[in-house]
């Protein structure tokens, strides 16, 4: 008998691009007492399990570069179904990035590892959450998981 995991796919599986932001090619190393010791590359292959559980594709990336963040979302209309960002310092800062995001016309999620409502005021002020369909924080790398579990089920109902 086939395992579920061997199983073949007979659908295309529709594209996420997973985008990461500044310094989070430092986790691990990164004041792991709030952000937990799984590296980037764990983050990568978390995201890739979780999204072959849920049948999806992922594009997984990450920049320090304020301007390569908004072209790959520019690059994402009419390329991906939807995008998980975890936009790290330019959550608070980038209206550039708000103004790609809404452009896209795509479902967008909010991936922070840290609870960002726990830690300085400053941290909350999202211009990214203006454009996202929802927000997970403070739940771990895990929220990248559960971000792609929510992806999934929002595709699903709008197809
Ligand atoms: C990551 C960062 O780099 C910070 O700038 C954000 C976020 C929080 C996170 O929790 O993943 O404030």
Known sequence: MLRAHVMPHSAIRPLV?????????????????????????????LCAEAAEDVGLAIDFRQTNGEGELVTWVQECRGR????????????????????????????VIEVHITNIHRREPFRRESYVSLAATGVICGLGVRGYAMALQAMADILEEHR
Do not use: C, H, K, W
Request: hydrophobic share 50%.
């Open 80 to 107: 991906a179904a939807g995008i998980v960002i975890n936009p790290a310092g330019f959550t608070t800062t980038s209206v550039a990035l708000l103004d790609a995001l809404l452009a896209t016309d795509l479902p």
């Open 17 to 45: 691009a997973v985008l990461n932001g500044p310094n989070i090619n430092m986790l691990g190393l990164r004041q792991p007492e709030l952000y937990g010791r799984a590296t980037l590359d764990d983050v990568e292959a």
